[in-house]
C-alpha cells in the first residue's frame, strides 16, 4: 500500500509528471480499467476488446520486437470505410483491365482512372499527392513504380506496364495495382510477371496475427531469388486507411522473424518490385517520381492491401 511515490500522489503536478515521462519513453500513456472505453474507439469496454490485445504486445515489447503503435490499428468502422474506399478501387482496376490496349496512351489511362473514380463517389489518392501531378501511376516495363502518365507515351506490342489506383472515399484510402500485357508480350517478361504475382501470394499466405513482417518478406525474396531475379531495396509497401502512407514501412529483403510484429487490425500494402536484373535502381530527376531500374531491365509489381485479423487475413484491396 506505501511505496516510495506514495507522497507524490498528494501532488497532482507529480503525478502529471510521471505521465508525461512514461509517454516520452514510448509507454502508453494511461493504463484503462478493464471498465472504461476501449482506445480504439470502438466503443467497447478495455476488457471485452483490446485488454488482452495489449497485454500481448506487452509481451513482444519486452523481448525486443518491434510492435506497431495504437494508432495504426483500426478499429471496425473504420475497416468499413476502408473496404468501401476499396470497392472503388477494385472496379476502378477491373475497368482498366477491360479497356486498356495497344496503341492507348498512358494519359488515357489516367482519364479513365479519374472518370470512373470521380464517378463512384471516390478521389483518386495520387493526383496532388506531395505534387504528383496525376490520378494513377502507369510503370512500363524498366520503370520500376510512379511512371507518370502522359500523351506522349504510347503503349506497343510487348510492352509489361503496372497500373497502380489508389482511392480516398470518406476520408478513408485504399491502394492497389496490377500488371497488365500488351499485344505480344515475350516469354522472358510473362515469366517475370508471374513469378511477382507469385511473390505477393506467398508473401500473403505469411500474414497472420503475431507473426512477424520479415516472415512476409523472406517468402517473398526467396521466391524472387530462387526464379533468378532481384527485390528492390529502397521502395517498399507501407501501413495504410487513415492516411495514404502510415507507419510501418514495409521491406521486402528483410529476414523472417524480424521486422515488426503483425496485430490484428493492422493494414498494409504487399507490393514488391521485382526486378529481372539487378535490384539497383535510380530516381528520374527531372520529375523527382519515376523510378527505373539501373540496368534498364524489366520489373514487376503487383500490389495489394492486406488486414491481419484475429485468424489470419483479409485482402481489402487487389
Ligand atoms: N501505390 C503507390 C505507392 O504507394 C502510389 C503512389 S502515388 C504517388 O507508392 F503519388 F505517390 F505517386
Ligand atoms: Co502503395
Given at each position: 500500500m506505501?511505496?516510495?511515490?506514495?507522497?507524490?500522489?498528494?501532488?497532482?503536478?507529480?503525478?502529471?509528471?510521471?505521465?508525461?515521462?512514461?509517454?516520452?519513453?514510448?509507454?502508453?500513456?494511461?493504463?484503462?480499467?478493464?471498465?472504461?472505453?476501449?482506445?480504439?474507439?470502438?466503443g467497447?469496454?478495455?476488457?471485452?476488446?483490446?485488454?488482452?490485445?495489449?497485454?500481448?504486445?506487452?509481451?513482444?515489447?519486452?523481448?525486443?520486437?518491434?510492435?506497431?503503435?495504437?494508432?495504426?490499428?483500426k478499429?471496425?468502422?473504420?475497416?468499413?470505410?476502408?473496404?468501401?474506399?476499396?470497392?472503388?478501387?477494385?472496379?476502378?482496376l477491373?475497368?482498366v483491365?477491360?479497356?486498356?490496349?495497344?496503341?492507348?496512351?498512358?494519359?488515357e489511362?489516367?482519364?479513365?482512372?479519374?472518370?470512373?473514380?470521380?464517378?463512384m463517389?471516390?478521389?483518386?489518392?495520387p493526383?496532388?499527392?506531395?505534387?504528383?501531378?496525376?490520378?494513377?501511376?502507369t510503370?512500363?516495363?524498366?520503370?520500376?513504380?510512379?511512371?507518370?502518365?502522359?500523351?506522349?507515351?504510347?503503349?506497343?506490342?510487348?510492352d509489361?506496364?503496372?497500373?497502380?489506383?489508389?482511392?480516398?472515399?470518406?476520408?478513408?484510402?485504399?491502394?492497389?495495382?496490377?500488371?497488365?500485357?500488351?499485344?505480344?508480350?515475350?516469354?522472358?517478361?510473362?515469366?517475370?510477371?508471374?513469378?511477382?504475382k507469385?511473390?505477393?501470394?506467398?508473401?500473403?499466405?505469411k500474414?497472420?496475427?503475431w507473426?512477424?513482417?520479415?516472415?512476409?518478406?523472406?517468402?517473398?525474396?526467396?521466391?524472387?531469388?530462387l526464379?533468378?531475379?532481384?527485390?528492390?531495396?529502397?521502395?517498399?509497401?507501407?501501413?495504410?486507411?487513415l492516411?495514404?502512407?502510415?507507419?510501418?514501412?514495409?521491406?521486402?529483403?528483410?529476414?523472417?522473424?524480424?521486422?515488426?510484429?503483425?496485430?490484428?487490425?493492422?493494414?498494409?500494402?504487399?507490393?514488391?518490385?521485382?526486378?529481372?536484373?539487378?535490384?539497383?535502381i535510380?530516381?528520374?530527376?527531372?520529375?523527382?517520381?519515376?523510378?527505373?531500374?539501373?540496368d534498364?531491365?524489366?520489373?514487376?509489381?503487383?500490389?495489394?492491401?492486406?488486414?491481419?485479423?484475429?485468424?489470419?487475413?483479409?485482402?481489402?484491396?487487389?
Amino acid at each position: 500500500m506505501f511505496c516510495v511515490c506514495a507522497p507524490l500522489a498528494q501532488n497532482h503536478k507529480n503525478i502529471k509528471f510521471l505521465y508525461k515521462s512514461s509517454a516520452e519513453m514510448g509507454i502508453n500513456m494511461k493504463k484503462l480499467r478493464r471498465e472504461e472505453p476501449c482506445w480504439c474507439n470502438s466503443g467497447k469496454t478495455y476488457g471485452t476488446c483490446h485488454m488482452e490485445f495489449d497485454k500481448k504486445l506487452e509481451m513482444y515489447k519486452k523481448k525486443f520486437h518491434k510492435v506497431p503503435p495504437r494508432n495504426i490499428i483500426k478499429n471496425e468502422k473504420q475497416l468499413q470505410g476502408m473496404r468501401d474506399s476499396a470497392k472503388i478501387n477494385i472496379a476502378v482496376l477491373d475497368y482498366v483491365a477491360e479497356h486498356i490496349h495497344e496503341g492507348m496512351t498512358t494519359e488515357e489511362i489516367d482519364q479513365m482512372v479519374y472518370e470512373k473514380t470521380t464517378a463512384m463517389g471516390g478521389i483518386p489518392a495520387p493526383l496532388n499527392y506531395e505534387g504528383f501531378p496525376k490520378s494513377v501511376c502507369t510503370s512500363i516495363n524498366e520503370q520500376v513504380c510512379h511512371g507518370i502518365p502522359s500523351s506522349n507515351i504510347q503503349l506497343i506490342d510487348g510492352d509489361i506496364v503496372n497500373v497502380d489506383c489508389s482511392t480516398i472515399l470518406n476520408g478513408y484510402f485504399s491502394d492497389s495495382s496490377r500488371m497488365f500485357l500488351i499485344g505480344n508480350v515475350s516469354e522472358e517478361k510473362r515469366r517475370l510477371v508471374r513469378v511477382a504475382k507469385e511473390c505477393v501470394k506467398l508473401g500473403l499466405e505469411k500474414v497472420k496475427p503475431w507473426g512477424h513482417l520479415g516472415d512476409v518478406a523472406q517468402a517473398i525474396s526467396d521466391h524472387a531469388k530462387l526464379n533468378g531475379y532481384s527485390v528492390v531495396k529502397q521502395v517498399g509497401g507501407h501501413g495504410i486507411g487513415l492516411e495514404f502512407h502510415e507507419t510501418p514501412f514495409v521491406s521486402y529483403v528483410i529476414k523472417r522473424g524480424t521486422g515488426m510484429v503483425m496485430a490484428p487490425g493492422m493494414v498494409f500494402t504487399i507490393e514488391p518490385m521485382i526486378n529481372m536484373g539487378t535490384s539497383d535502381i535510380y530516381i528520374d530527376e527531372t520529375n523527382g517520381w519515376t523510378i527505373y531500374t539501373d540496368d534498364e531491365k524489366p520489373s514487376a509489381q503487383w500490389e495489394l492491401m492486406v488486414l491481419v485479423t484475429d485468424t489470419g487475413y483479409e485482402v481489402i484491396s487487389y
